[in-house]
Each structure stands twice: as structure tokens, then as C-alpha cells.
């Protein structure tokens, strides 16, 4: 320092006085949030009156007086006494698939075929030949006494492949194109559950394919490039704003949506946190990220660092793999989608490279597998720092195997709308004993279990208060049955709000960064058209999300 030259010796002595101002002061702000109702999530100050935002951050949490006093040059954003509260987290979503249907000709509530037949009029003369025409929603219920036949789709789009889903899923309407495509002709035999149905004089399929039949076709219609991908994720990421989610953890992306969402982070389109998780079953693209590593970003649009498998199917279809059989269907156990070999493989590989593994697993031996594969694999490496590991859906699990995921440190990240949805038909299934480990959210919490509630949309609603009422009420939206369905297993209010925001956060190891509303975390949070803190149940179902604010950017607003 003796030796330093005056000008350098200014310079220091400038920079260090700048950096004690800088410290006395704290970060700057350029905004304030006033006359708010804040549900901060933070337990060691609950509410909040005001905050104070600075790039992209929350930088103080109090009162107006004690906020305009300290940055006096900020501007200031009157709350109106609304409700403020940290944006949603959506753990478990499928972004593409929300995104895709919105891109799909919509048929919903197109009360005859001949109407049907005009919109894909419509959509022929701007695609281009040989291209999949797609749309979604007639309905199948209500035409079933007498469905529609494909002639018409035949003369108006004899070069385009057409394939028109039904709204609930149990039907579809496919052109002589598409039939052709799929290889499908009077001579396919149907399904085991499922039917080609076939005009009665020439036996030549009529277009209209049920159930099972679907799969013969819809395994034909191409996935999206990655252009269209870009277009279905903005829609998609719309549609979550709309609903108050700032951060979505993709539960599978393939390569090229990956490459879509890169695209739209380097264009900075993206508006909503995307938290990927790799599509497991594509070893190439696992392969090469272990290789590269975790892929964190500074700015928190995009993280990649895990990977999605599947250890077995669903309970609906009887997919779901069981340890004893089907209560309904004795014949079967279910089955293993990857074996527990295979997932104890997948996951120490992914302990060595600094990954976290999601496992869906929804009955009892698809749970106790992945919790076998993932103890070996934790103990097979010891030196794996916070792996957190995550079970999908945990929705039948043996009662002796819940404890496991507290000793193991496994996030279970459960669905309450799956559970609402579920319920007419789960018992039949599994019968009165299991039926106590489905589903068993406060079993979950009290064996100290970390508990994540989302969607899964799009096979569910996206709005998270509805899984909020679901899992508060174990009710339909009409409030069936009386009381709840095991009603012992209802979450409250404060549990709810955990689950979507700090517990979803720390799943996507994001607890230092998002999921409260407090100094140092990142400004993501929405205004809501009531107080979600004490509305009863029934008001979730009508409550809405006024504005979404992501990174402290007014991302969304209601028209109303
Ligand atoms: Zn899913």
C-alpha cells in the first residue's frame, strides 16, 4: 500500500466509500408497494402492510411510513387494501400439453357435425397439405345415439390427415386420411378396450374411434416441431399467469421443448419461471446433461436439474402398480414402468452429477420400489449433498412406507384434484384397508414429511385454488360427499398455502428466492380479489387473480 500511486489509492478509498454507503442504505428501490394486505408466508412476520421492490427483488418488508422515508426517490403503487400474497408455484405441470390444446381447432360447444365440418373447412385452407389438422371438444356423450360419419371430413380435407377429440376423452373422429395414416382399414381388428366403429353394409371404419381404438390413431399424429413448441409454451404461459402461477416445474420436457424454452429465455419471452425436469426416458438428452451439469440460471427463467421417470401407470386405467391385486380386478398387480434396477441406476448416476429425480409413482409397489431404489442409491452415494429426491403423486402407499420418506428426506408432491377426481371410483379399486394410504395428505405431514400440493394440469384445472378447496373440503365443487371423503386426511388453510408456496419453492430447490414475500426474495406475487386468509372454502372456487407481478414486472392484469 506504500507504494501505491495516488490515483489508485483514490480510486480504493472512493470504491470502499461507496460500498459503506451502499451498506448503510441497502439495495436500492424503485417501487412501493402500499395499503396492501400482505400474506407474506414468513413466519416471523406474517403480514405486512408494504414493500419495497429493487431489481427484481423485494427489498423490504414494513410499513408505508418506515418504506417512503427510507427511498424517498421511489415510486409508490397503492394497494387499495387488496390482498397481496407470493405467487404460486406450480410443482407439477405440463406446459406443452396446456399450450397445445390452445392451438387445437376448439369444438367446444359446436352443436352439430355439420358446424364441425365448417370450422375444419376454415382450418384447411390455412394449413398446409399433408400438415395434421387437430381439434378438441365436440361432444361424444351427446352424440353417441347416433355418431357422426367422416364423408364430409373426407371431401373437404381429402389431403390433410383430420383428427377431432372429444371432450371427455372417449371418442375421437378421424378423416379417411388420418384412418390411412394410421394403417387403420375394414380389416383392423378392435382393441382390447376399445372400438373402431364400421359402417354395417361395407365394413369400412366410419371415422369415429372409442376409448382404446384412439390410441391406434393419436400414436401417429407428430409431436410439434420446435416453432409450434415456442407458440404452445407463450400460450401456455398466459394461461398460468391468468391463474397466479410465477413459477411452473415442467414434469417432462423433451428435447425439443427444451430447445423451445432456451429459445424463449435467450428472447427474453419468457414471463413465467420454468423449473424443467428432463424426460427421463430419452437417455441421449440425460446422458449429455449429466455430462454438462446442472444448468442454473442467474436471472431464474429457466432450471434445469432434474429428470422425470415413470416407476409405474395410473390407478384409473389399473396401471398403477400394486403390491397385492386390484380389489376390482383380481387378475392384475398393475405394472412397472421401470424396474427399481433401472430407477436405482438412473439415480445414483444422477446423485454423481448433481441432479434431483422426480419418480411418478402411484400405487403401493411403485411407491416402495422407488423408495428402494432411492435408498440404495443415497447410500451408495454418501458424498450427494441435498439431493432432494421427489415422489410424483405418492397416491397409494403402503402406511409402513410413509415414514420412509421423512428418514429419506423425499419430497412427496401430491395432487389434491386428482384426489376430488378420484374419488367416485378409488375404493373400488383398492378396497376399504388401502384405500387409508391414498390420497393421505395429513398422514404425510404428520410422519414430518415435506408435502408439495399442485395440478398436474392439464388433465386437471390449473387454478390452484381450486386444489386449495379439494384438499381443504375432500369435496366436489358441489360439495359432495357431506363432509368430505375421509375427511380426517383435509389439510387447512395455513397447511394449503404452505404447500403451494414455501414447500412447492424448496421441491425446486428455490426456498432462498421465492415462495414468501420478504427481503432478499424475488418480487413474484400476485393481487387477489379477496383474502384468501380467511375466506371460507367455498370462496376459493370464486376467487381470482387481479395481477401477477414476476420479478417485480406487472406480468398479468384482469380486465374486470
Ligand atoms: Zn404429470
Not at 417 to 437: F, L, N, Q, V, Y
Not at 465 to 474: D, I, V
Amino acid at each position: 500500500m506504500l507504494n501505491a500511486r495516488p490515483s489508485f489509492t483514490i480510486a480504493l478509498l472512493a470504491s470502499l466509500l461507496l460500498i459503506s454507503v451502499a451498506c448503510r442504505t441497502g439495495p436500492k428501490a424503485e417501487q412501493i408497494f402500499t395499503n396492501g394486505h400482505a400474506i407474506t408466508m414468513n413466519g416471523s412476520a406474517p403480514k405486512a402492510e408494504a414493500f419495497a421492490i429493487g431489481h427484481g427483488k423485494i427489498v423490504a418488508v414494513g410499513s408505508r411510513q418506515e418504506l417512503r422515508a427510507r427511498y424517498t426517490g421511489a415510486a409508490e403503487i397503492d394497494l387499495k387494501g387488496k390482498t397481496v400474497m407470493p405467487g404460486i408455484i406450480e410443482s407439477h405441470g405440463h406446459l406443452l400439453n396446456l399450450g397445445r390444446s390452445s392451438l387445437e381447432l376448439n369444438l367446444v360447444g359446436v352443436a352439430t357435425p355439420a358446424e364441425v365440418a365448417q370450422k375444419v373447412r376454415e382450418r384447411v385452407a390455412e394449413t398446409a397439405p399433408d400438415e395434421w389438422i387437430i381439434g378438441w371438444g365436440w361432444d361424444e356423450g351427446a352424440w353417441a345415439s347416433s355418431y357422426p360419419t367422416n364423408e364430409e371430413l373426407n371431401r373437404i380435407a381429402p389431403r390433410n390427415p383430420v383428427w377431432l377429440k372429444g371432450l371427455h376423452g372417449f371418442a375421437g373422429w378421424a378423416n379417411a386420411r388420418a384412418l390411412e395414416t394410421a394403417g387403420i382399414t375394414k380389416d383392423t381388428p378392435d382393441p382390447e378396450r376399445g372400438k373402431i366403429i364400421k359402417h354395417t353394409q361395407t365394413g369400412i371404419p366410419t371415422g369415429i374411434l372409442t376409448d382404446q381404438a384412439q390410441q391406434l390413431l393419436a400414436k401417429h399424429v407428430p409431436p410439434l416441431n420446435q416453432e409450434q413448441s415456442e407458440k404452445a409454451l407463450l400460450l401456455a404461459q398466459e394461461e398460468c399467469l391468468r391463474h397466479g402461477l410465477t413459477t411452473v416445474h415442467d414434469a417432462r420436457v423433451t428435447r425439443t421443448v427444451l430447445d423451445a424454452l432456451h429459445a424463449l429465455a435467450a428472447k427474453k419471452l419468457l414471463k413465467l419461471r420454468v423449473y424443467a425436469m428432463l424426460d427421463g426416458a430419452d437417455g441421449e438428452l440425460v446422458a449429455s446433461h449429466f455430462r454438462s451439469g446442472p444448468e442454473i440460471d442467474p436471472e431464474h427463467w429457466l432450471t434445469v436439474r432434474s429428470i422425470k421417470v415413470f416407476a409405474d401407470g395410473a390407478l384409473g386405467s389399473r396401471g398403477a402398480a400394486l403390491l397385492e391385486p386390484y380389489s376390482d380386478a383380481p387378475g392384475t398387480r398393475g405394472l412397472e414402468t421401470t424396474s427399481k434396477e433401472a430407477l436405482f441406476d438412473l439415480t445414483t448416476r444422477a446423485l454423481y452429477a448433481g441432479f434431483q429425480v422426480v419418480t411418478h409413482a402411484i400405487g403401493d409397489r411403485g411407491n416402495r420400489n422407488t423408495l428402494d431404489a432411492y435408498e440404495a442409491a443415497l447410500k451408495k452415494v454418501p458424498a450427494a449433498r441435498d439431493p432432494r429426491l421427489r415422489i410424483e403423486h405418492a397416491q397409494v402407499v403402503a402406511p409402513g412406507d410413509i415414514p420412509r420418506f421423512a428418514q429419506l428426506k423425499i419430497i412427496a408432491s401430491m395432487q389434491p384434484p386428482h384426489c376430488t377426481s378420484d374419488m367416485p371410483w378409488a375404493e373400488a379399486r383398492i378396497g376399504p384397508e388401502r384405500i387409508k394410504g391414498a390420497y393421505a395428505w395429513r398422514r404425510f405431514l404428520e410422519a414430518g414429511v415435506r408435502l408439495a400440493l399442485n395440478s398436474d394440469f392439464p388433465g386437471e384445472t390449473l387454478d390452484p385454488f381450486y386444489g386449495m378447496y379439494a384438499a381443504e373440503t375432500r369435496q366436489t365443487p358441489e360439495g359432495k360427499p357431506e363432509g368430505g371423503w375421509y375427511p380426517e386426511q383435509r389439510l387447512t388453510r395455513q397447511e394449503v398455502l404452505r404447500a403451494y408456496t414455501v414447500a412447492s419453492a424448496y421441491a425446486g430447490f428455490d426456498e432462498e428466492i421465492k415462495g414468501q414475500i420478504a427481503p432478499g426474495k424475488l418480487a413474484d406475487f400476485i393481487v387477489l380479489s379477496d383474502d384468501i386468509a380467511t375466506i371460507p372454502s367455498r370462496s376459493l372456487l370464486t376467487l381470482r387473480v387481479e395481477q401477477a407481478y414476476v420479478g417485480g414486472k406487472l406480468m398479468f392484469e384482469s380486465k374486470r
